[in-house]
């Protein structure tokens, strides 16, 4: 199984890299872009588990670790054998 993770910066903070891309967008010609968050893309490679083991663990390892949940949010999903 693998596990892919987005974490994101919450909505209220301030994301300068954001902000960046967003400009430099509008400099490349793409003005209907009104707003980009960056953020970090994870994969996991989980071994032995069910997919509700998986899905607790993965929980756990984004509050503990991958994520910073007093500035950012995650989310995941589980892929089993190369399909979501």
Same mark, same amino acid.
Request: with cysteine; glycine share 8%; hydrophobic share 40%.
């Given at each position: /199984? =693998?596990? =892919?993770? &987005? *974490?994101? +910066?919450? +909505? *209220?903070?301030?994301? +300068?890299? #954001? ?6 967008? !509008? %400099?490349?010609? $793409? %003005? @209907?872009?009104?707003?980009?968050? /960056? #953020?970090?893309? &994870? ?5 032995? %588990? %069910?997919?509700?083991?998986?899905? @607790?663990? *993965? @929980? !756990? /390892?984004?509050?503990?670790?991958? !994520?910073?949940?007093? &500035?950012?949010? $995650?989310? $995941?999903? &589980? ?6």
């Amino acid at each position: /199984m =693998i596990a =892919i993770v &987005i *974490v994101t +910066p919450k +909505p *209220v903070v301030n994301d +300068p890299q #954001g902000v960046t891309v967003k400009q430099g967008l !509008a %400099s490349l010609g $793409f %003005s @209907e872009v009104s707003d980009v968050r /960056m #953020g970090k893309y &994870i994969e996991l490679k989980l071994e032995g %588990s %069910s997919e509700h083991e998986a899905r @607790e663990r *993965v @929980e !756990a /390892m984004c509050r503990q670790l991958l !994520a910073n949940h007093v &500035i950012e949010d $995650f989310r $995941f999903d &589980i892929v089993r054998d190369g399909r979501r």
